[in-house]
Each structure stands twice: as C-alpha cells, then as structure tokens.
C-alpha cells in the first residue's frame, strides 16, 4: 500500500535526467519503494531499519533535513488560514505564504 502511493507521487515528478537525492521518511524504506526511487533517477536518502541483514549506506547529514522540513509543515499547520483557503484569489494565497 506504502509503495503504491509513492510510486504515484514520483512518477508524478518524472525520470530524472541525473541522480537527484529524494528524502523519505522511514515508513518507505522497504525495497521496492526504494528500487521504484533509484528506477526513476532518485537517490533514496532513508535509514535502514536496524534489524536489517544487509543495511545501505545513506547521506546522515542530508537526512537531518527532514527534520527542519517536518517542522515547517507543523509551523505551517499551525495557521488554519493557509490549509483552510478562505482566499479566493492565487495572489492572495501566494501572498498569505510568502
């Protein structure tokens, strides 16, 4: 299920024309979703479970990320005004977020 829902996304974005590091949340780190990643020009960048037999290697410094892109969304979420929409107009929107 995990899987099928990232493939979408990704292929959403498209092939990329040379390898582009993708932070993912540990909840994707099984093989496929991995392999679908690396299938379509992505350079997976999770940690392996620790009770994997054959871990990978991963960017710990990029990794790190996730954490300050996981706080912006909480900050963000925190005003209802963004995700709700009561603005009518792109401009308004776009102004509201920046």
């Known amino acids: 299920m995990m899987h099928r829902r990232a493939k979408i996304l990704m292929e959403t974005v498209g092939r990329r024309k040379e390898i582009t590091p993708l932070l993912m949340d540990r909840a994707y780190e099984d093989d496929l979703t991995r392999y679908i990643a690396q299938t379509l020009g992505f350079d997976p960048i999770v ?4 009770n994997r037999k054959n871990p990978w290697e991963y960017d710990k ?6 954490n300050e892109i996981e706080r912006l969304f909480r900050k963000l979420q925190g005003f209802r005004r963004i995700f709700v929409r009561y ?3 792109d401009k308004m929107y776009v102004g509201i977020i920046q």
């Not at 410094?61 to 996730?66: G, P, Q, T, V």
């Open 61 to 66: 410094k990029l990794y790190k990320l996730c």
């Open 87 to 89: 603005e009518k107009l």
């Open 47 to 50: 940690p392996p479970k620790s």
